[in-house]
Structures are given as C-alpha cells and as structure tokens.
T-cell receptor, first 115, second 115 residues
Framework: AQSVSQHNHHVILSEAASLELGCNYS??????LFWYVQYPGQHLQLLLK??????LVKGIKGFEAEFIKSKFSFNLRKPSVQWSDTAEYFC?????????????FGKGNQVVVIP | GAGVSQSPSNKVTEKGKDVELRCDPI?????LYWYRQRLGQGLEFLIY????????KSGLPSDRFSAERTGESVSTLTIQRTQQEDSAVYLC?????????????FGPGTRLLVL
C-alpha cells in the first residue's frame, strides 16, 4: 500500500522566515503528487500539484515544491512566510494503476507563523 | 460556482445509533470520494464513485459503513451501529474527470462525535 510521511508535525516560525516541509512516499511506480492546505476554519484546498514535466512546481501564494524521484520526495518550500500562511499542510500521493485515483495523505504539518 | 457541500456540519450521536452523512458535489463532477480524518491523522480513503461504474468500496473499514450515490449527484454515507472509534471528520471530495491528476475539491466535512 502507498504511504506518505510528513515529519515535524508542528512548526513554529516568525514572519519572513523560510519554510520547508518534507514529504516522502513509498511507491515505486508513476505518481501524481499534491500539497493541500487547510487554513483555520476553511476547507482543504489545493496548493500545488505535480504530474509530469518540470519537477519544480510553483503554486499559489508563493509556494513551490520539488519532486525528486530518486528520493521519493516532494518537499514544499516558501522563501518568506507571512502570518496568513498559518495553516495545516497535507502532502498527498496518487499512484497510477493503484486504487482508482484515491489520494493517500500524510498526517499533516501544523504551521504557525508568529507576526 | 458552488463548491462541495456537506451536511450536517456537526453530528453528535450515541454509541449504537445509525447516522447518515450527505455530500453534494460540484455540479458536473463525475467522480466523488469519501475520506475520514481521525484526530491527529491524515485523511483516510473510504469509497470512490465514478459515473455509473461500480464504486470502489475497498477503503470502508467495516460492513457497518455503506455509501450510495444517485447518478452524478448527491451521495450519502451511512454508518450503522456507531462506535466511539467512528468519531472523526468525514470529508467528501469531487473531481471533474477520471484522470488521476485531476484536482479533488473538498467539502467542509462533517464532524462526527460518538458518545
């Protein structure tokens, strides 16, 4: 079965600091990769996704993620965070040929940005 | 247009009772997913509907769980004889097509508490 690992479940940082959230998955085949974000009181929404092409993907609000196939990783980054980036971030993987497009999610990273 | 909606937003029930959760997907979306998020965990796939195809029920945790969908519209998730371990947020998502890289759009969830 697919599994997705996210470390450092709670991250606290100051505004303007850089953020990097790690995501590793266990599936040797072709994958589609997603980062979702849930702001306080809001729905889960897509931040960015990778399915082919340039492994460096840019998403909304200045976020980017890099797919490194050899490391089974899809880490999320933002060079300079703002207070409004306080949210929970989830990495998700869809493995082609496995499970009808279902997403396997990590446990999430709770990020708190201090003004 | 309107996003995915779910009802009720919160449900408190007693152990042993049946509950029914409802999901209205985005109009025109053929794929519909149910996920469950228990406290401190990532989202866990439950069931997937795609058009008129047989649903993928492989994520349902027990035979107390069932779901139906009428055509490409509303879906209901039913939990019979609820147990305390069923307490979780139940999330519904829909997507426009069958391609695995399609974005899944999530609803606000139903928070279920079984006493």
């Amino acid at each position: 079965a697919q599994s997705v690992s996210q470390h450092n479940h709670h991250v606290i940082l100051s505004e303007a600091a850089s953020l990097e959230l790690g995501c590793n998955y266990s599936y040797g085949g072709t994958v589609n990769l997603f980062w979702y974000v849930q702001y306080p009181g809001q729905h889960l929404q897509l931040l960015l996704k990778y399915f082919s092409g340039d492994p460096l993907v840019k998403g909304i609000k200045g976020f980017e993620a890099e797919f490194i196939k050899s490391k089974f990783s899809f880490n999320l980054r933002k060079p300079s965070v703002q207070w409004s980036d306080t949210a929970e971030y989830f990495c998700a993987v869809n493995a082609l040929g496995y499970g009808n497009n279902r997403l396997a999610f990590g446990k999430g990273n709770q990020v708190v940005v201090i003004p | 247009g309107a996003g995915v909606s779910q009802s009720p937003s919160n449900k408190v029930t007693e152990k042993g009772k049946d509950v029914e959760l409802r999901c209205d997907p985005i109009s025109g979306h053929t794929a519909l997913y149910w996920y469950r998020q228990r406290l401190g965990q990532g989202l866990e796939f439950l069931i997937y509907f795609q058009g008129n195809s047989a649903p993928d029920k492989s994520g349902l945790p027990s035979d107390r769980f069932s779901a139906e969908r009428t055509g490409e519209s509303v879906s209901t998730l039913t939990i019979q004889r609820t147990q305390q371990e069923d307490s979780a947020v139940y999330l519904c998502a829909s997507s426009a097509g069958t391609a695995p890289q399609e974005t899944q759009y999530f609803g606000p969830g139903t928070r279920l508490l079984v006493l």
